[in-house]
């Protein structure tokens, strides 16, 4: 009985390693200068994001998370999910949004079609289609409003807990594109990648400023 098990416990191993020959993820390389005006408690900046297909696909379109916009209005995800839970109170809350928004893929204008359902979504339509194995390089400027401090991001007076605060692409696996909205529960599914980030703060009252550079894989 126990040569029987090891011998399916071998088959097992091996047939797993012949799935993994197959495993692919996309790679998504960010070069991101941001500076926080902490009188306003806003954020502006751009991002270049190198997009590697390492799937066996074409792609003639990207979804992107525009995760700011889930605190912009009480018909959001985040916002219904907090109504059903009664777990925060946000009605005098600071709005939250990204706006500001210009597109460009290696180099050339492009355009950015609304998701009909989640104003934290959007698609980018891709001048030309993205082979497997090729590279493309995304550009925008962007400018967000930070909301008032209810859910993982946001300021509460001068201080600021800042996460998923600008445009980047949704994970697109063998399962297809994962576009979900920003909620309050639950972690964040993404591309591996390297960011290299220039972080400027400023206060337009007391006129400092300070500049941070930091890179993460």
Same mark, same amino acid.
């Given at each position: 009985?126990?040569? !029987?098990? !090891?011998?399916?416990?071998? !088959?097992?191993?091996?047939?797993?390693?012949?799935?993994?020959?197959?495993?692919?993820?996309?790679?998504?390389?960010?070069?991101?200068?941001?500076?926080?005006?902490?009188?306003?408690?806003?954020?502006?900046?751009?991002?270049?994001?190198?997009?590697?297909?390492?799937?066996?696909?074409?792609?003639?379109?990207?979804?992107?998370?525009?995760? $700011?916009? #889930?605190?912009?209005?009480?018909?959001? #995800?985040?916002?219904?999910?907090?109504?059903?839970?009664?777990?925060?109170?946000?009605?005098?809350?600071?709005?939250?949004?990204?706006?500001?928004?210009?597109?460009?893929?290696?180099?050339?204008?492009?355009?950015?079609?609304?998701?009909?359902?989640?104003?934290?979504?959007?698609?980018?339509?891709?001048?030309?289609?993205?082979?497997?194995?090729?590279?493309?390089?995304?550009?925008? $400027?962007?400018?967000?409003?930070?909301?008032?401090?209810?859910?993982?991001?946001?300021?509460?007076?001068?201080?600021?807990?800042? !996460?998923?605060?600008? $445009?980047?692409?949704?994970?697109?696996?063998?399962?297809?594109?994962? #576009?979900?909205?920003?909620?309050?529960?639950?972690?964040?599914?993404?591309?591996?990648?390297?960011?290299?980030?220039?972080?400027?703060?400023?206060? $337009?009252?007391?006129?400092?400023?300070?500049?941070?550079?930091?890179?993460?894989?």
């Amino acid at each position: 009985m126990w040569k !029987c098990l !090891c011998l399916i416990l071998i !088959c097992y191993g091996l047939d797993g390693f012949t799935q993994n020959d197959n495993y692919w993820q996309q790679e998504t390389n960010y070069n991101i200068r941001v500076w926080l005006d902490d009188h306003n408690n806003t954020l502006k900046g751009t991002v270049d994001i190198e997009y590697v297909n390492h799937s066996p696909d074409t792609l003639s379109f990207i979804w992107f998370h525009l995760w $700011p916009n #889930a605190y912009k209005n009480e018909s959001t #995800a985040l916002a219904k999910q907090l109504k059903a839970t009664g777990r925060k109170k946000v009605r005098n809350a600071d709005r939250g949004f990204i706006d500001s928004l210009s597109f460009t893929v290696d180099k050339q204008a492009a355009i950015i079609i609304a998701d009909s359902s989640h104003i934290d979504i959007t698609k980018l339509q891709l001048p030309s289609p993205l082979f497997p194995g090729d590279t493309i390089r995304i550009h925008t $400027p962007f400018f967000v409003k930070l909301p008032s401090y209810y859910s993982r991001s946001g300021h509460y007076v001068q201080q600021y807990m800042i !996460c998923q605060w600008h $445009p980047k692409p949704a994970v697109y696996d063998r399962k297809g594109w994962h #576009a979900m909205p920003y909620l309050d529960q639950g972690e964040f599914y993404t591309h591996i990648g390297n960011i290299r980030s220039f972080s400027h703060y400023r206060n $337009p009252i007391r006129r400092n400023m300070f500049h941070l550079t930091f890179d993460k894989t």
